[in-house]
């Protein structure tokens, strides 16, 4: 069952892609007591996650912010190294958190799994965006297949 707006955030544990390498985070501690803008990817360096998805949210930080989200995170189901150098690569400095769901354990309990093994990349994320507040899902948008519209940073500022 894909969660939902009222939903609270399942508990889990996902690798954080950090300066100092791969960091064990709760959504405990992500979502706790937070605004948090999540935003799920098929995988990185794929080509829209890199050339629209991940680079609005980028852009659009400072809006955000502006009403009131604390984090703003991309999650994949890729590993924590792959992460951390997509993050280097597209300059999110300290504006994006860099989630790896590695086994997409996290993906599957939210109900947003996309097999995508056919195309030779297994399972993966759908694209998706949601809001939470203090763990409770508030708005999401996932995508249909091939779409970018729902899920970009412009649609998250417009459900703030």
């Known amino acids: 069952m894909t969660i939902k707006v009222g939903d609270s955030i399942p508990a889990a544990r996902l690798t954080e892609a950090t300066a100092d390498g791969p960091k064990e985070v709760s959504t405990e501690e992500l979502f706790g007591g937070k ?3 999540l935003f799920g990817v098929p995988g990185a360096f794929t080509p829209t996650c890199s050339a629209k998805h991940l680079p609005g949210f980028v852009e659009q930080y400072d809006a955000l912010k502006a009403k009131g989200v604390d984090v703003v995170a991309c999650m994949a189901v890729n590993d924590a190294f792959v992460m951390r150098a ?11 958190v ?3 769901d590695g086994s997409g354990d996290f993906t599957k309990t939210l109900g947003l ?6 195309r030779g990349l ?5 694209r998706f ?17 091939g779409a ?3 899920s970009k940073a412009e649609a998250v500022l417009e459900a703030l």
């Not at 965006?129 to 297949?145: F, S």
């Open 98 to 100: 860099m989630i790896a």
């Open 122 to 126: 297994g399972i993966r994320s759908q």
């Open 129 to 145: 965006a949601l809001i939470a507040r203090n763990g409770k899902v508030t708005h999401i948008g996932v995508e249909a297949p």
């Open 86 to 96: 997509w993050g280097k690569d597209q300059g999110v400095a300290e504006k994006v």
């Open 35 to 37: 605004t948090v803008v």
């Open 113 to 118: 799994e996309l097999d995508l093994t056919a």
């Open 148 to 150: 970018f519209e729902v």
